[in-house]
C-alpha cells in the first residue's frame, strides 16, 4: 500500500510507471510530474479504467474513498464508469432546469393559455424578481426550508398577502416542473398553513339602502365630467367591475338584445360574460353615445379619446362628493348590490352569476348561464328600479 512519503518522493522517468495502492487502485507517474489516481476493474468479462483526479487535489485518502465506493458500485451489480456518466449527466440536467429557467417556463406557459396581461406580469414580478434568491439553484434541490425563508422575509416587513401569493405562485412552477419531469414533489405544500394569514382590508361599499340612494342622488347632481358621472352610475346599473366600466366599448353592446358582451380577455376569469341591460343602463349609455367618434370606447379618459378613464378617477369623484375611502370605492357599488339584493331574498344563485362569479366546473358553468339569462335579465330590472326607489326616497328625506 501507498504511503504520503512514498508519493511525494516519487519522481518521473522516460517513461510512465505505476505506484500500486491495492483494490485496483494505482497513482501513474508520467512526464511532467503528474501523477494521476486511476482504478482499474472488470466489468461484463472487460477490463475497464476510472481516472479520480490528480494529486495532490485528490489525496491518498480520498482516491482510497472513491476506490471504495466504485468497488460498492460494483458488488451492487452496476458500471462505476456508467454511474459516473449517469450523475454527470443528472448534474447537467440540474444546472439547466434552474428555478429561473422553469419560471420563465411556466411564465410562457399561462402566456399562451390566454392569461390576462396583468396576470402575467403579477406572476413575472413574484417569481423573477421577489423569487430572485431562488433563480440559479437547481429546481429539483430546493428544499421547502428555503421557500419558508424567501416568504418569511416578506411577511416580517408586514407583506402577509405578498408573502401567501408568493409561496402559492411558486407551487405553480413547482407543480409545472413535477408533470414536465424536472422535479419530483411540490416543496410549498409542506408550507400550508405556515404563514401568518393576511389582514383583509375589504373594499368599502355602502350597504345601507337609505345612503345608497343618497350617494345615486349625488352622482346625479354630480358637476364634473359628464364621463365620470356615467361611469359611476353604470357602475351602480350593472354590477360589474370598475375595469370593465372603463374600457367598454361601443362595439359590445346589442340594443336590439339589451346586452353588453364582455369579451373573455378583459373578464378576471377569463370568460365572456354577457350582461343584461336595464331600461335605465340604455338609456344612459344613448346618452353618452355621440359623444366620442367611431365605435372604440364609450367612456374615454379626460385626456385622450381612446384611453380609457382611470380607476382613481372614478374613486377621486367620489371624494369630491364628501364620500371618504373608508366610506365608498367604485368597486364597492358590486358589494352594495349583492348584500341588499341577498338581503330581500332575491336567488342568491342568480346574484352570483350577476357578479361573474362563476362555477369553476364547466358543464355547470354553462348550463347556469344559459338558464340564468333571463332571471338575470329580471334581476337587473329589479336592481335598477330599486336604486331609483332609493334616490326618490333619499331626496324625499331631504326635502
Known sequence: MLTQVAITSA??????????????????IRAGRSKLWRFRYRFGGKEKMLSFGSFPDVTLAQARAKRDEARQTLAAGLDPAQKRKEEKRAAAMSAANTFEALAGEYIGKIRDEGAAPSTIKKNSWLLLDLASPLAKRPIAEILPA?????CKRYEGLGRRETARRLRGTIGSVFRYAVVTLRASNDPTYALKGALLRPNVQHRAAITDEAK???????????DGWPTLRAALLLLALTMTRPGDVRHMRKSEIVFPKALWRIPAERMKMRRPHDVPLSKQALALIREMWDLTEGNGLLLPSVRSAIKPLSENAMNAALRRMGYSKEEATAHGFRSSASTILNERGFNPDVIEAALAHQDEDDVRRAYNRARYLQERTKLMQDWAD??????????????
Open 11 to 28: 519522481k518521473p522517468k522516460a517513461k510512465p510507471y505505476k505506484l500500486a495502492d491495492g483494490g485496483g487502485l494505482h497513482l501513474l
Open 212 to 222: 345608497l340612494g343618497a350617494l345615486m342622488a349625488n352622482i346625479d347632481e354630480y
Open 386 to 399: 330599486l336604486l331609483d326607489e332609493f334616490r326618490t326616497l333619499s331626496l324625499k328625506h331631504v326635502a
Open 146 to 150: 428555503e421557500i419558508l425563508d424567501l
